[in-house]
DNA sequence: TTATGTATACCGACTAGTGAATATACACAA
DNA sequence: TTGTGTATATTCACTAGTCGGTATACATAA
């Protein structure tokens, strides 16, 4: 049984990572990951059982670092809970300028295994997800919201929405209002609003 | 040159459509269109200059009948702005528990395409947004909304947020929260509530 | 000896796309 | 009416390459 803390196992990941984010898991071969992770196939198949499961590992590497990215812009921004949550946005739509950025993974994953719901790398997408919004309605609860795990979802919705339509009109403005829909959203649930 | 109108030509967009939404656009193989379609590759190559072309006929051919069906929705909802939006969710929602429902073709091709922003697939998807988003802003003029554009916006991002996080957590519950939260941008830019 | 890790070489199945021939239909001239 | 030319539409057989995955062998270390 391969050792799931091995370097070797962490390299291919690494170059899992970086072309399965870029040209998405159906247009990268099993034999493109090896030759970036500098190996052969052969060693790729001894750390993974298929590629399937090394997509699942890929996308379970990305679950902390996307997490605490937003985290970070969250916790930096000043001001309400409504500034919090658009930092976010406005955050989002300085880096998705990058040419490098091609939105968020385990959407395009998900998208791309939409005929597969049961695949284990969706599984993991679904588990990020739900982080995510779990995270979102604990800050969101300790800033006098009436009812943060439905603001929660609602402000997930809308930075999903700006993910996959970024991907169709490479537009940033799009960012921006969904920035100031979740401030409205916000408002409309703060307390101090009645 | 072939004829743009032929009945075969539209046997092969039929048989195209059906399999591009059913296991995306990557899974699907040139061949297994043309046996679909019941003619040979040969003669598939004949009407489309390559799948990329055939990709984008695909989606063009969505465009009118997918307007189309939310609007019939939108127009046949009771009540005011904040009802008839609400009921193009709740009517999402209905359609997306049937076991054939695998998001928004535009959205999950944009997705498989993200490495290649200028693919003519996507180009259609964009074009076919942006007519989706024109048409409900067209409609909101007619119910005295401030920022009928600008609202048009907001609640296009929460629906493709909806079609993207469904693909993700198969739970119709997603889309229940994006109609309310849309609901209740509807009515932060109603006239008759300041 | 046994377990872990890596390499070369290969498999059968499938991929998008093409070359060459042919079937069909209609136009026009003898 | 018959023969010929031409454009459209279709088929069979094929190319050159890629796909995920594996059989076999060898090295190193406990």
Redesign the pocket.
Known sequence: ???TQ?P?RKRIIDAATRLFYAEGIGR?????IAEKAG?????L???FK???DLIAAYLDGRDQPNLQQIAGWFDAAQGGADRKVEAIFSNLARVARHPKWKGCGFLRTAAELASMPGHPAVKVGSRHKSNFETWLAGELSGHDIKEPQALAREIVLLIDGCFSIMLIHRNPDYIEAAGRAAATLVRARSRNND
Do not use: F, G
């Open positions: 049984m391969p050792d091995s070797t990268v071969s099993v034999d493109a190996l052969t196939k052969r060693t198949y001894y750390h298929s590629k399937d």
